[in-house]
């Protein structure tokens, strides 16, 4: 079947804007996943939604960060006045909950952001 | 606090020879261990993890990984490398119990196999 999507695959914005970033997680899976990939930095989690529970915002670097997930499926991360500390591939993930371990997350191919 | 660790940035080796990829990590309580790799211009793919049981994880591509309480790590093995497995990779950890299911991911190490 598919598997995560994301859009834009290339963002570039002037520093102060706002970006939208899109996730489509694979259909039926209950969680999703925001991570930032900077040079040199590796993954960094951003945030967690599982099901109808609250997120998990713990690793939002600023009130500038905002996501949603609607409806339980398509989820969107914002960013506002944008830094150029913020340039990054912006990485989704979403998986579905399997008894007796961990779920495996499914990445999708990023939103490559650069904010002069 | 989770962390993980991978010590070399870089590592070359030679098609057909083994090849070793290393991970440690430090977490509260029992671990799971995920290894994900990523080729260029494309998202990240999951190769293994370590759940309980058996040390020795098999997983994609002829991957596999050891992991060893003792020492905290779970590097990643491969008998013989094709130059087709330069990529990027990717360690993880999550703490059993843990109230989510977000990995802390190390830095990377960049696989280069030379024919």
Known sequence: GAGVSQSPSNKVTEKGKDVELRCDPISGHTALYWYRQSLGQGLEFLIYFQGNSAPDKSGLPSDRFSAERTGGSVSTLTIQRTQQEDSAVYLCASSHPQGGGPDTQYFGPGTRLTVL | ?115
């Open chain 2, 1 to 115: 606090a989770q962390s993980v660790a991978q010590p070399e940035d870089q590592v070359n080796v030679a098609e057909g020879n083994p090849l070793t990829v290393k991970c440690t990590y430090s977490v509260s309580g029992n671990p799971y261990l995920f290894w994900y790799v990523q080729y260029p211009n494309r998202g990240l793919q999951f190769l293994l993890k370590y759940i309980t049981g058996d040390n020795l994880v098999k997983g994609s591509y002829g991957f596999e990984a050891e992991f060893n309480k003792s020492q905290t790590s779970f590097h990643l093995k491969k008998p013989s490398a094709l130059v087709s497995d330069s990529a990027l990779y990717f360690c993880a950890v999550r703490r059993k119990g843990g109230a989510t299911n977000k990995l802390i991911f190390g830095t990377g190490t960049l696989l280069a196999v030379q024919p």
